[in-house]
């Protein structure tokens, strides 16, 4: 009897010996996470109400994501539009510009330079790749009245058309914040410590997503309200729609835009329609900065402010 438990015995050790490290490690992993701050920063994006669903994804996705909108909403095209790119982007490459993929596919749209959308170099810059989705996008019949699927399968030309449909929810939440059209819906948290940020590198990124018109002239130093020395202010033009908070759309479509690009660019601070984001208090999302939103058309607190980290 006592030969035929003794190993019954030893394996039963063995195996609490073995559940024992598994929670030596969790244990580890979490004290480090608690430590550190835990784990890469995320973004949220809700809805403008801030109830019903929401969808959190990486600094890095929204970063991209805020690309693919601002070169959409630059060509003219509706929100419908954007929400299309930014589901064939989760679906090809979880939103991550990604240089590796099935034969020579590459970027945030799985492109491929041998079906003659750009040079491996074209297609793994964002601002690219998003142009040559829309101009292809565009060709198509009556796409934003097409199942989005459809659309986006029309320029794909994928192996699994119907993959695309699942990302529908989470593009549209996020096409909504990212067009302005859902006020103050994103938001990021932002990573400790880093390097200085620069405004002159916040200005040439706000160009090649929005284009020239987006920074029409910079104010003159020494002006009241003239933006500091590391502060970029975009305005905003007065003809530009308004929603039903007064805020104007394009307002919130540049602030979550910096939101979104807060973490690569060191935005330490926006402030736009009554409201700020800062990274120092990034879980708390935009606060009510109590201040008017946007005073009178054409003034400077029609600006959407970016504070850069020093």
């Not at 810059?125 to 060709?139: I, Q, R």
């Not at 593009?171 to 200085?196: F, I």
């Not at 919130?252 to 835009?257: S, T, V």
Request: hydrophobic letters at 35%; charged letters at 20%; one cysteine or more.
């Amino acid at each position: 009897m006592s030969e035929t438990a003794s190993p019954v015995r030893r394996g039963r050790l063995l195996r609490i010996a073995a559940a024992f490290a598994v929670l030596l490690a969790l244990i580890s992993y979490v004290v480090v996470q608690y430590v550190t701050g835990g784990g890469a920063p995320r973004c949220t994006v809700r809805t403008a109400e801030g109830e019903g669903p929401t969808y959190e994804l990486s600094t890095e996705q929204a970063a991209n994501a805020a690309t693919i909108s601002a070169v959409g909403t630059t060509r003219g095209l509706p929100e419908r539009a954007v929400t299309i790119a930014l589901a064939t982007a989760l679906q090809e490459s979880g939103l991550r510009n990604i240089n590796h993929g099935d034969r020579d596919s590459l970027g945030l749209f799985q492109q491929r330079p041998s079906k003659g959308w750009g040079t491996t170099r074209q297609i793994l810059d964002p601002v690219y790749a998003a142009g040559k989705f829309y101009e292809h996008l565009a060709e198509v019949p009556g796409y934003s009245r097409l199942p989005l699927t459809v659309a986006a399968q029309r320029v794909q030309r994928s192996g699994f058309p119907q993959a695309y449909a699942k990302h529908e929810p989470d593009a549209t939440l996020l096409a909504a914040a990212l067009t302005g059209r859902a006020t103050g819906a994103l938001t990021c948290e932002s990573g400790k410590g880093g390097e200085p940020g620069d405004p002159a590198k916040v200005r040439e990124e706000l160009v090649r997503a929005f284009g020239p018109e987006v920074l029409p002239e910079a104010r003159t130093s020494g002006r009241a309200g003239a933006p500091g020395p590391r502060e970029v202010a975009v305005p905003v033009p007065s003809t530009v729609g308004t929603d039903g908070g007064g805020a104007s759309q394009r307002g919130w479509e540049l602030a979550h835009w910096a939101v979104a690009r807060a973490e690569g660019l060191r935005i330490e601070e926006i402030s736009y329609g009554g409201r700020v984001w800062s990274a120092s208090e990034s879980d708390e999302g935009w606060r009510p900065t109590g201040a008017a939103s946007g005073s009178a058309p054409g003034s400077e607190a029609a600006d959407v402010r970016i504070r850069i980290a020093q």
